[in-house]
């Protein structure tokens, strides 16, 4: 048994999500520069040409990348030979938010959803707990904009549909969405589990690294697929127009049960913001 | 490419010379508000009551700042998606505001009251918050303080740039844009 106090994972909590916000990862600027050289059209290179230089001025001055500073997504994997000390986790947890967005100068957008009264301080934060074998605990926030969360969606397809169901229920959802989500977009894809899990799974392929593919070649292919047919769509970025709606398209799959094929699709922005950490 | 310069207050010359596409830096005076400071403003005017700012000729441009880090004018200050002031645009537009600033398509009360009262639709790009608040040099509250981020700002803006979605002819940039580089087959 090793003893983690939560102190430290408020520390370390606050202290990513200015990372998050402030830092974009290497990632998404090879992913910027590779869309840059296939772009064709101006206006679609020009809004690439900001993105970069938006991300360098952030890093740069430490402010954030976009004003959307985002939901606070947390995945924390917890060791299950820790012993926690010192308090309660999720409070821990949320009083690193509360820091990182007070002194990140981050805003606030987190509010009741009937009266929209703020909470005033990004609390609380959506909190995903995976307990795994080890004695360390893995941190990783994934602060989520509005923008991009409300064009995605969750489908309860037919068996029968297929994986062409698959293809063709992601593509509607991007079309859709057209210039809404600040494309260049990214495209998390769950598929199989449940109603919640898919959701979740959808979620989760967004943390993966650009570039990377799923490790089942019928998966991976698919995601190759699902790419071209987006970036045929012609919205471009921002939406003006151009070849390069999305960046990536990742999957993650799970096995469903024998009458349901449910599939879920989370739109991320090309503010792709997730830093991890291991205590 | 070219980028034309603009400054506001906009004349109906000014915006009948735009078109859809035409990418811009706009250098002047602009105004914020959100959803929030867009009911208030139209619920005064549906009361017969005066605006607290005069609009004419001017944009509103639909954002909520990061708060600003002590020495900076300004937070981040990215468009917020359009989509949710379609219900008080034409409304202002009536009382002489020439157009807004966002991110996202706007419905066909927008666009026919664009080319009722020679308007603009713009965007600027969206998660390009900390380039786009390096253009804007002044900022000051105007009306509804209580609002915080959603308040209404005074913004001096200087090169801020922005491309042309919709124009007083009818034109619309994602339709066109999209129509230009899809692929089908
Ligand atoms: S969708 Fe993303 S880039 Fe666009 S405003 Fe929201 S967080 Fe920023």
Redesign the pocket.
């Given at each position: 048994m090793r003893e983690v106090n939560v102190a430290d994972i408020t520390a370390a909590i606050a202290e990513l999500s200015m990372d998050a916000n402030y830092n974009l990862g290497d990632d998404v600027y090879k992913a910027f520069y590779d869309a840059l050289e296939k772009e064709t059209s101006p206006t679609g290179k020009n809004v690439l040409e900001q993105l970069i230089t938006n991300a360098n001025i952030a890093k740069e001055e430490q402010v954030p990348?976009?004003?959307?500073?985002?939901y606070a997504v947390i995945f924390v994997e917890l060791g299950q030979d820790v012993h926690l000390v010192g308090g309660d986790l999720n409070e821990a947890i949320f009083e690193g938010v509360r820091k990182g967005y007070g002194d990140g100068y981050l805003r606030k957008s987190i509010c009741e959803p009937i009266t929209r009264a703020n909470t005033k301080d990004n609390t609380p934060a959506i909190i995903h707990v995976d307990v795994v074998p080890g004695d360390k605990v893995k941190l990783t926030i994934a602060?989520?904009?509005?923008?991009?969360?409300n064009m995605s969606a969750v489908k309860m397809l037919k068996p029968s549909d297929g994986a062409k169901g698959v293809v063709d229920f992601v593509v509607d959802v991007a079309s859709k969405a057209g210039s809404?989500?600040?494309p260049p977009i990214i495209l998390g894809v769950g598929i199989g589990g449940t109603f919640e899990k898919v959701a979740y799974l959808a979620k989760k392929a967004l943390l993966r690294e650009l570039g990377s593919s799923n490790p089942d070649p019928f998966y991976a292919a698919m995601e190759k697929e699902i790419l071209e047919k987006v970036n045929k769509l012609g919205i471009g970025p921002q939406g003006f127009g151009g070849r390069t709606t999305a960046l990536a398209v990742h999957i993650e799959v799970f096995p469903a049960h024998i009458a349901s094929f449910p599939a879920a699709v989370n739109i991320?922005?090309?503010?792709a913001r997730h830093k991890e950490v291991t205590i | 490419m070219t980028m034309k310069k603009i400054n506001t207050p906009l004349s109906d010359d000014d915006v009948m010379k735009l078109k859809a596409g035409d990418t811009v830096l706009i250098t002047g005076v602009i105004f914020t508000g959100r959803d929030a400071a867009h009911k208030k403003l139209v619920d005064l005017v549906n009361a017969g009551e005066p605006l607290p700012v005069d609009f004419t000729g001017q944009l509103i441009y639909y954002v909520g700042p990061s708060p600003a880090k002590p020495g900076k004018v300004i937070g981040s200050a990215?468009?917020?998606?359009s989509g949710r002031m379609d219900a008080y645009k034409p409304t202002l537009m009536e009382h002489g505001l020439k157009g807004s600033i966002g991110?996202g398509s706007r419905n066909q009360a927008v666009k026919d009251a664009l080319i009722k009262h020679k308007g603009l639709y713009l965007a600027s790009t969206?998660?390009?918050?900390a380039l786009l608040a390096k253009t804007i040099k002044k900022a000051e509250v105007v009306a509804y303080p209580e609002l915080g981020p959603e308040a209404i700002y005074r913004l001096e803006v200087e090169d801020f740039p922005a491309t042309v979605v919709n124009d007083a002819y009818g034109n619309d940039i994602y339709e066109e844009g999209r129509k230009e580089y899809e692929i089908t087959g």
């Open positions: 990348m976009c004003q959307d500073t985002g602060p989520k904009g509005g923008g991009s969360e809404n989500p600040c991320n922005c090309h503010a | 990215g468009p917020t998606t991110k969206g998660g390009a918050a």
